[in-house]
């Protein structure tokens, strides 16, 4: 069965309206808040990194550390009514860390934190060390479990929400909002298209440019934190990339940390800045768009392939002149954006803690499509587009985006190789033809597999 596990945090209380700057007295109580920082770097050599799914692309060194970021906020009269919110500057969060982290703080802390207050989050960067998640996806692109990967992020994570855990202070939360201008692009503008005229009137741009900022402050005065949402795919690394890095999200909390940590190195200093990940599928950070790197055509077509070559040399780019300083340029756009709207910052949080966490079983879901018809959801699988990979990472040979026909002999090597679809499945995800039917296959509830490394 395929669950997904839900937790949504309820921290969203009622916003006091308020123009001034921050002051605390206006009867709104604050919370106890807790910040921490904790390295969780794995390996740096030989493992593949997590996020374009190439296991040939392996760690070949180091450009920056990743760092996991803890959270913790609590009631000031009932401290145990207390959220965790952890931003893992990793691929992506597993089930694997998770359930590891949670064994840990079970012993640490008793119920004090449990699976249904602490909100793990990765930022989603593709330049990690992969090998801590139990998909079979991930296993196989990963090249098995890397323990030493998966040891730094469990530890990296439990060391942070300690820190945060011991550092609790009485303080106020204030929340502010802005615009992003220059860092996005729809990674699939003609797909976008397709939505209603009438929902499409709704926004001014088809990405989400709009950054959300926490400030936390202490009673004493003393600036504690500042936690965002913003949304786009911190990918400016292409898959060349063999340098271990927090890419472009990770340099903008690296230049706000270094900023408000004066005289510290980075990774050091009370204060933490976090960006984490919002609604950023198909937002990719390069800006030029995608081109064909043989002929320099674009390749804005609605598979986004080239005429000579197909899919795989449609590539975005940009905004900087190679991929290290398109990483410094969206990480300071998101910087610069997210420190304005934090100095502005004044309107305060208030209102009481709660959480819920819920487990849903997402291949069998009925959706009411108008009042007549209802659709339903069926076992995960991926189909030949999937293989064709974005403008941001094309995939291997000549799959292309928007695919509605399979073809004999891929379907040959998976039926051999992996498993075959029933016949249930592929009358559910028509018109998408599947090629990995992931949620069929025998690994799937596999959660430890094989070790490795
Ligand atoms: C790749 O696929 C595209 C779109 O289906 C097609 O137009 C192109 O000819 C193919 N290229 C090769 C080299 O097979
Ligand atoms: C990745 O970026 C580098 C520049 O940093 C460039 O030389 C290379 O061609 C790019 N590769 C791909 C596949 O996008
Ligand atoms: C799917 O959900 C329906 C309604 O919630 C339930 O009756 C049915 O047993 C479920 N089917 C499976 C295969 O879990
Ligand atoms: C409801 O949706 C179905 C499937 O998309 C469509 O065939 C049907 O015409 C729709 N009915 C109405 C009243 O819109
Ligand atoms: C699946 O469909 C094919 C083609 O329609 C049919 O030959 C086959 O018997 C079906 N398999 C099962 C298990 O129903």
Redesign the pocket.
């Known amino acids: 069965m395929v669950v997904l596990a839900v937790v949504i945090s309820l921290l969203v209380l009622y916003v006091q309206p308020s123009d001034a700057v921050p002051e605390f007295s206006k009867g709104s109580e604050g919370y106890l808040i807790g910040v921490g920082r904790a390295d969780c770097t794995g390996p740096i050599a030989e493992v593949p990194l997590l996020g374009y799914a190439n296991p040939d692309q392996k760690g070949g060194g180091i450009l920056s550390r990743q760092y996991c970021r803890t959270f913790i906020l609590a009631e000031r009269q009932n401290p145990t009514k207390r959220v965790v919110h952890i931003v893992a500057e990793i691929g992506m969060m597993s089930e694997r860390v998770r359930l590891e982290v949670l064994k840990q703080l079970k012993y640490k802390y008793g119920d004090l934190y449990n699976q249904n207050n602490v909100i793990m989050t990765g930022t989603h960067t593709h330049s990690g060390p992969g090998g801590f998640a139990q998909y079979t996806l991930l296993m196989i692109s990963s090249g098995g479990l890397i323990r030493p990967t998966l040891n730094a992020i469990v530890n990296g994570i439990v060391n942070s929400i300690d820190m945060a855990h011991q550092n609790m202070v009485q303080g106020h939360i204030f929340i502010g909002t802005g615009l992003v201008e220059n860092s996005q692009i729809n990674r699939s503008p003609l797909s976008y298209l397709q939505n209603p005229v009438s929902e499409r009137r709704r926004y001014s741009s088809n990405v989400d440019k709009e950054m959300t900022v926490l400030k936390m402050v202490a009673d004493n005065g003393q600036e504690i934190g500042m936690f965002s949402w913003f949304a786009v795919h911190p990918v400016s690394m292409?898959?060349?990339?063999v340098l271990v890095n927090s890419d472009n999200i990770g340099y903008a909390a690296y230049l706000f940390e270094q900023e408000k940590n004066k005289g510290y190195l980075p990774g050091k200093g009370p204060f933490v800045a976090a960006f984490t990940s919002s609604n950023l599928g198909d937002v990719s950070p390069n800006t030029k768009g995608p081109h064909c790197?043989n002929t320099g055509e674009p390749c804005e077509n609605m598979g986004n392939y080239c005429l000579i070559g197909g899919a795989k040399f449609c590539?975005a780019?940009g905004p900087g002149k190679?991929?290290?300083q398109s990483t410094q340029i969206i990480g300071t756009h998101v910087y610069s954006k997210a420190k304005e709207i934090y100095m502005k910052a004044s309107k305060e949080l208030d209102g009481p803690i709660s959480s819920v966490h819920q487990w849903v079983d997402m291949s069998n879901i009925t959706v009411q499509l108008n009042s007549t018809h209802t659709g339903k959801t069926c076992k995960p699988a991926l189909g030949y587009s999937f293989a064709a990979g974005t403008i941001d990472?094309p995939g291997m040979f000549n799959f292309t985006q928007g695919t509605t026909e399979g073809h004999p002999f891929w379907d040959f090597i998976r039926d051999a190789f992996l498993v075959q679809p029933s016949n249930e499945s592929i009358e559910c995800h028509k018109p998408k033809p599947i090629l990995l039917p992931v949620g069929e296959s025998p690994h799937e509830n596999q959660l430890y597999g094989a070790e490795h490394g």
């Not at 292409?238 to 990339?241: I, Q």
């Open positions: 292409n898959n060349t990339n790197i590539i780019t190679d991929m290290f990472g």
